[in-house]
């Protein structure tokens, strides 16, 4: 009984730091949304040294522990393995308080799902360990050498290069329960949402999606108690999180982010929300990589006129993909004139419908222009006056990350970090462009847009080439490449331009040039998985 104990015991202790140094992995694993297959393709990703670090790790546990019980053999096996068990704790307390200098750039998030995950891959990595140690055990008494004993639990030290797949395990056990339990959580928010009598409307495009979200939330809030998804929330579970926020119960109006990575998302979002009106911003290459061409890219998303009750309206960049669809209505261009597009605001007049609405903006670029007259044409439609619409526009302030202006120590910052699209990357540039001091960009490229990766990355490239900026760091090496060959080709200055390996990297590099007046454009900080 106590030799059962002893093991159970081991396989505890060993489950905890095994657990404790596949943090980081754990987190990477949130970021790919919880799928395999993302995950290790970030894990056998080119530069990623993850894998490396545990291999070593695990080298080195073997041969410390293997020389230090080899060492002390003179004292018995059991004193032996007692002092084995020094460096195996001593190289994995060290590991961890090591990885904890290098956090991911996307803290995890302690959700339930990860909770439960975690608890899981403790109890898969216990299982194993205690099943290794009593073959092991086995093994050593079925041997009967000393000089075997002495080196019979070495393998143990040698588990951390499994951890990823048994990460990996534990993900596929919890999903089956998760599915089944998101499933019954949609399933009831869609019931919910049927019930309601709030006017339901969803934002569908490519890219612009939580700018255009956000600015209709505080158009529309002029005249209604309006409550919209939170943050970049655009999946069924998302949807469901904010239907059953408590602030929904009274709300006159629901808007909804619906995003799409691949075929179906927009049926089943459409199918869950059933809106009364949407708002269509464009199609553009991203997440091509799932869709496998523009063109299919187009035909999922334009699948929220099968399910809008009455009107969708699209930007006029949509006008020949979607001339033919019955419930589309367009906002043409002029609906903005006389524009001013400043380095820190933005004005113009707002005509709807032949009234016209001067309107200022701390909105930059001509996106957010764009963005607000797709949003003030529906506001328009649902019955607010132009006082109305003037007001909130006024009262609207940048997104997070999102061509975010701020200033620090001088320097202008242009924050547009998050998830980057080709579109939304040429409007960022021109806007760097619009500031009288030095101008610098700091981008790791475009991803997600497949077969057509290295193309946008060589046209962003050139865009930032014709720019004639004045530093130009890239970083990392995922596409950093096609970027750089598409900055020379367009005549680019090799002289001002940098490779950095990461963004820390990037902001040393920056340090040494930037002063007071400068702007600095930080475009796609990409997360941990990329």
Same mark, same amino acid.
């Not at 990996?168 to 959580?185: H, P």
């Not at 619906?258 to 997440?287: N, S, W």
């Not at 091509?288 to 009455?310: C, H, M, P, W």
């Not at 720019?467 to 750089?484: E, F, P, S, W, Y």
């Given at each position: ?71 002390? =053999?003179?004292?018995?096996?059991? +004193? !032996?393995? /007692?002092?084995? *068990? &020094?460096?195996?704790? #001593? @190289? ?52 009967? =050498?000393?000089?075997?004993?002495? +080196? !019979?639990? /070495?393998?143990? *030290? &040698?588990?951390?290069? #499994? @951890? ?52 209709? =939330? ?7 108690? /309006? ?304």
């Amino acid at each position: 009984m106590s030799e059962l104990l002893e093991r159970i015991v081991a396989a505890v202790v060993i489950a905890v730091l095994f657990c404790a140094i596949s943090v980081k992995c754990l987190g990477a694993l949130q970021q790919s949304g919880y799928k395999n297959k993302t995950f290790l393709r970030w894990l056998s990703r080119e530069g990623n040294l993850t894998f490396n670090r545990l291999s070593v790790l695990a080298l080195c546990l073997a041969l410390s522990t293997a020389i230090v019980s080899l060492c002390f =053999s003179f004292a018995g096996v059991k +004193i !032996a393995l /007692v002092c084995s *068990a &020094v460096p195996f704790f #001593l @190289l994995l307390t060290m590991y961890i308080y090591a990885d904890g200098k290098h956090a991911l750039k996307v803290p995890l998030v302690l959700t339930g799902r990860v909770k439960r995950l975690f608890a899981a891959y403790f109890l898969v990595v216990a299982s194993v360990s205690f099943t290794l140690v009593s073959v092991l055990k086995f093994l050593m008494i079925v041997n009967g =050498s000393e000089m075997y004993a002495l +080196i !019979a639990y /070495v393998p143990v *030290a &040698v588990m951390p290069i #499994l @951890l990823p797949w048994l990460l990996c395990l534990a993900n596929a056990l919890t999903g089956v329960f998760e599915n089944a339990r998101n499933k019954r959580f949609v399933k009831r928010a869609g019931e919910k949402l049927a019930q309601s009598n709030a006017v339901k409307i969803g934002v569908v495009g490519s890219y612009g999606k939580t700018s255009v979200k956000n600015i209709l =939330s505080q158009i529309l809030s002029e005249k209604y108690a /309006v409550v919209a998804s939170q943050q970049s929330f655009n999946t069924p579970m998302g949807v469901a999180k904010t239907v059953f926020d408590e602030k929904t119960d009274g709300a006159q109006v629901l808007i909804f982010e619906m995003g799409a990575r691949k075929k179906g998302d927009i049926a089943e979002l459409g199918e869950m929300v059933k809106p009364d009106y949407a708002l269509f911003t464009g199609v553009c290459p991203q997440h091509i990589q799932t869709f496998g061409s523009l063109e299919e890219v187009y035909a999922e998303k334009r699948r929220i006129f099968d399910y809008t009750k009455n009107s969708v309206l699209c930007s006029m960049a949509l006008k020949d993909r979607a001339k033919g669809e019955e419930k589309a209505v367009f906002v043409q261009d002029t609906s903005a004139q006389e524009v001013e597009y400043g380095a820190t605001e933005t004005k113009f007049t707002l005509d709807i419908s032949g009234e016209k609405i001067p309107v200022s903006t701390r909105l930059l670029g001509s996106a957010a222009v764009e963005n607000i007259c797709l949003c003030a044409a529906l506001a328009k439609v649902m019955g607010l006056t132009a006082t109305e619409i003037a007001n909130g526009i006024a009262k609207l302030q940048p997104v997070p990350h999102r061509l975010e202006l701020r200033e620090e120590n001088g320097v202008y910052i242009l924050d547009d970090g998050y998830n980057c699209n080709a579109v939304g990357a040429s409007a960022a540039i021109d806007a760097l462009q619009r500031f009288d001091g030095g101008k610098c960009i700091i981008t790791p490229g475009i991803v997600e847009c497949g077969v057509l990766e290295e193309e946008i990355n060589r046209a962003l490239g050139e865009k930032i080439a014709r720019a004639n900026l004045d530093r130009v760091i890239l970083v990392g090496q995922t596409l950093v490449t096609a970027v750089k060959n598409g900055y020379i080709a367009a005549g680019g200055d090799e002289s001002k331009l940098f490779i950095e390996k990461t963004l820390d990297d990037a902001k040393v590099n920056l340090s040494d040039w930037v002063q007071a007046k400068d702007a600095v454009l930080f475009l796609n900080d990409l997360p941990d998985i990329y």
